[in-house]
């Protein structure tokens, strides 16, 4: 079992920038892939960025390359997204996710269902 709990949202203004955290309960943090997704009123969750689990491989949605990047520290049973460039169609609900992988890149396709543990979410509004 893994419980996830999100952190760092709130409101900045357009071209501003914001680190999110996720915090892992568990023992075996460094053994889950991990994920962000977002999801706005209405609309599919989407994915956003993934990190295996040593942190080795990383993949960003085309909509954040450039201006996401994810990172995490297994120490601190942590992954952070730094999100920079902040637009106001990034505003919306952010969700970690964990995965017990099934092969190395388990999960950084973006797949939901590839995802067994969701976090609440943490809201990030931009204003323009």
């Known amino acids: 079992q893994v419980q996830l709990v999100e952190s760092g949202g709130g409101l900045v203004q357009a071209g501003g920038s914001l680190r999110l955290s996720c915090a892992a309960l568990?023992?075996?943090?460094?053994?889950?892939?991990m994920g962000w997704f977002r999801q706005a009123p209405g609309k599919e969750r989407q994915f956003v960025a993934a990190?295996?689990?040593?942190?080795?491989?990383?993949l960003s949605a085309d909509s954040v390359k450039g201006r996401f990047t994810i990172s995490r520290d297994n120490a601190k049973n942590t992954v952070y997204p730094q999100m920079n460039s902040l637009k106001p169609e990034d505003t919306t609900l952010y969700y970690c996710a964990a995965t017990w992988p099934k092969s190395p890149t388990w999960g950084l396709g973006g797949a939901l269902n590839e995802y067994s543990y969701w976090g609440p979410g943490t809201q990030v509004t931009v204003s323009s």
């Open positions: 568990g023992r075996t943090f460094s053994m889950n892939n």
């Open positions: 990190i295996t689990g040593s942190g080795g491989i990383t």
